[in-house]
């Protein structure tokens, strides 16, 4: 099973910055397709941004104000959040799945848009 540790979370100001990490301990992170989800409390977990084994990307967000991206090299995924919102408060979690349909999750990493 692929772990998957995520890094970055924090607390922002509304219209700030922030880059989530998730690192893959796998050999095989190449063919993973590698997702972001994020949960706020009293809600549903939900999809934020995908990025497929060939970079075909997807993010939910309208205003493009999110961006995912991975360096294989590193087996690290990115999540480039900017002109934060409030609605943005979750907890955001990185999720890996393989050819075959497994997947794992990470512990999640908590991100605060206050001010």
């Known amino acids: 099973q692929v772990q998957l540790v995520e890094s970055g979370g924090g607390w922002v100001q509304p219209g700030g910055s922030l880059r989530l990490s998730c690192v893959a301990s796998?050999?095989?992170?190449?063919?993973?397709?590698m997702s972001w989800f994020r949960q706020a409390p009293g809600k549903e977990r939900e999809l934020v941004a995908r990025?497929?084994?060939?970079?075909?990307t997807w993010t939910f967000d309208e205003e493009r104000r999110f961006d995912v991206s991975r360096d294989n090299n590193k087996n690290t995924v990115y999540l480039d959040m900017k002109r934060l919102k409030y609605e943005d408060t979750a907890v955001y979690y990185c999720?890996?799945?393989?050819?075959?349909?497994?997947?794992?999750w990470g512990q999640g990493t908590q991100v605060t848009v206050s001010s």
């Open positions: 990025i497929t084994n060939i970079n075909n």
């Open positions: 796998t050999t095989i992170f190449s063919s993973l397709t």
């Open positions: 999720h890996s799945k393989d050819f075959y349909g497994g997947g794992s």
